[in-house]
């Protein structure tokens, strides 16, 4: 990790220049976590060039080298001059992670600086994974593969969505997952399992999310709303595990004894349009390039109505992922970033059929130089929960 | 709820009137949840006297009595002003829940009006619980005491603390839990089950929690360390589940085989501890008392080094709870807030009783006018996990 801290410490220093920031305070968790490996309630100070310094309030440890200890955030400048840092002329704060209380606060401290939004250096970094970071999410693309393995196990006749859901998300935190998920912003808020099936699986719901369901309870409107699971329906198993920080996407679709053919054809459909995405996508393509290639193939395919979504038609068909289920790029139809080499990228091209349910696969590539690598790698044909009846 | 809305909307403009604000746009979901019952995209805006408005974004449900269909926050000055409301003067917005760019997005929508910090309001009226509200918290305490009434038949031999909080995790969901559990706050981020057992519990955190422990990887600094239990080792379960919106807290303590005299020692000292905070609760006692109280025992009794943690002591002995598990008020050295009717609160004096694990009990009261009465009621003694070994 000590190369990797060098490496993303440098790679802010660069962006920081290109905004005219001479200084940088991170504090959130998900990116003190992205610029040290740890969580600590402190900050990490970037200045312009040469090493970074952590101030660390908790936990209280031994103090370790390079770290200086700070009881309060009012010490802040006082600390920084004593470890001979030169006062910031133009310091950079988390815009979009800080309140707007604790980011005035902050600005407070630094009467002589002007104040300057950073977030989104933070994400444009984060957009491209390192070698390091593609394993870390390669290793845990293997444990959300062999999670749906075992998913028809877990499946018992007479089921609901949500008592399905609590099994799976059972079985993946016994395969590891930590039990944190990030999001960004401040809206979503989710469980690591989402199982849908039959037509509530496209109840509008407060999220841009690809068929995120209704819930149980206006509390918590996402997710399985305790819907029997009938032979016939399908069933949608979206989840994202953490196995060690980095998060993985992958949907598989389910069947309770046997495929109705319009779900057979609705989910053949969804897998044409992951191949023409993998076929397409390689640097330098568009995120709106994808996202209209799968609009056309649905309207074509006369899947317009039920893509994506039917009352509620999510507005995107795929999405950075990463330290945050949620990351750039965003494949919509307005954002015109180009793909790059070291983008994790999650396809989720799904559809609800009509008193069937919802069909489609959704999978975590790693962009490459030479087009795209699938790390998502369990079998996505429908699979046949309980017994088959044909 | 609609005598809730009605209530709480009320209440706030009562509270808007005395900070000078003739406005209040709220959009944090929590706080969404709070006013109107649900969670949507959009807002809830409240003038400073009359009804207040629902501007929606999503979902796209039909439309709703009352409730103003919005594609962009762009449009709220117009559809405000289409709603014959006249432009704020002095509007509120949420400084602790929304980060700053979204903050000053919004502050820049209303050029003409000066801007308040808005987030203490809500904080305020939610500390005291109106009878629905409890009659909620009530209905989540039953099925933590049923939780923990499972929680040895879950055990078994040979097992690290973390298998074990992922199967009381599983139980907590089969019972209901919603999987959603809000902090308040950008650095609070933790798991429904806290299960520490060993020195481990120890570990010092980035969090000021009673008792957190170190976690099993550094994205994820909290909870168990995979230390597997054995004989006369203790073990803390801490675990708030959300059954209908609303949190409970609660503790237990229990041991391999046997308990050890000093743990058994220790959590007697928890439970007397308890007893007097119970004996002196009452409205109009400050948090401050009681926090004292409790350390002034632990002092006298010689567990001053051991209370509340070891190397990271615990800056608190109980908290509010309701929507979020971090709400007012805080039982600290510092907080002179009475205790007031209607108020729900944690109370839990943990200790760390080396070489053998945490021990201590948490239990979620409601302050009446008498004094306190304690929703969590399972037993409160240590129970044995596996064959008993005398």
């Known amino acids: 990790m000590s190369n990797e801290r060098e490496r993303r410490k440098e790679a802010l220093q660069i962006q920081m220049h290109a905004l005219g920031a ?5 504090t959130s968790p998900v990116h003190l976590f992205y610029m040290t490996g740890r969580i600590f309630d402190g900050f990490y100070y970037v200045p312009a060039q040469g090493d970074a310094v952590e101030l ?3 936990p209280l440890t031994p103090a370790q080298a390079g770290a200086i200890r700070l009881k309060s955030p009012a010490q802040l ?6 470890a001979g840092l030169p006062p910031p002329k133009h310091l950079a704060l988390e815009d979009r992670e800080l309140p707007y209380a604790e980011y005035t606060y902050l600005s407070g401290l630094f009467p002589g ?3 300057l ?8 970094i984060r957009m491209i994974k390192s070698p390091y970071e593609i394993s870390l999410l390669r290793e845990g693309a293997k444990v959300h593969d062999e999670t749906h393995r075992r998913i028809p196990s877990l499946y018992r006749e007479g089921m609901t969505d949500w008592a399905f859901s609590v099994e799976i998300e059972h079985q993946i935190r016994r395969m590891g997952h930590l039990g944190i998920m990030r999001c960004a912003g401040i809206r979503l808020e989710t469980c690591s399992a989402i199982v849908l099936s039959g037509d ?3 109840s509008p719901s407060p999220y841009d999310y690809s068929l995120p369901g209704g819930g149980r309870h206006p ?15 399908t069933v949608n198993v979206d989840f994202c595990g953490n196995i060690n920080g980095y998060l993985t996407d992958i949907t598989r679709t389910y069947a309770v004894g046997y495929v109705k053919p319009e779900a057979a054809a609705a989910h053949a459909f969804s897998l044409s349009v992951m191949r023409a995405i993998e076929h397409t996508a390689r640097p330098g393509v568009l995120c709106s390039d994808l996202y209209h290639l799968a609009w056309d193939m649905a309207e074509s395919a006369g899947y317009a109505d039920c893509f994506m979504g039917t009352v509620q038609q999510a507005k995107f068909i795929g999405h950075g992922i990463g330290l945050q289920v949620n990351e750039l790029p965003v494949l919509t139809k307005s954002d015109a970033t180009p793909l790059q080499s070291g983008m994790i990228i999650a396809i989720e091209p799904k559809l609800i059929c009509p008193g069937v349910g919802p069909v489609g696969a959704e999978n975590t590539y790693l962009v490459t130089e030479g087009g795209t690598e699938r ?3 369990c079998n996505e044909d429908i699979a046949i929960l309980g017994h088959s009846k044909p």
């Open 375 to 377: 790390l998502t790698l």
């Open 77 to 82: 400048p006082d600390l920084l001059h004593g």
């Open 56 to 58: 660390i309030r908790r």
């Open 22 to 26: 001479d200084a940088f305070l991170v």
């Open 219 to 233: 509390s918590a409107p996402m997710g399985p709303d305790n819907h029997v699971m009938r032979p016939g329906d």
């Open 113 to 115: 600086a002007s104040i």
């Open 200 to 202: 509530s699986a496209g």
């Open 117 to 124: 939004g950073g977030s989104a250096l933070l994400y444009r």
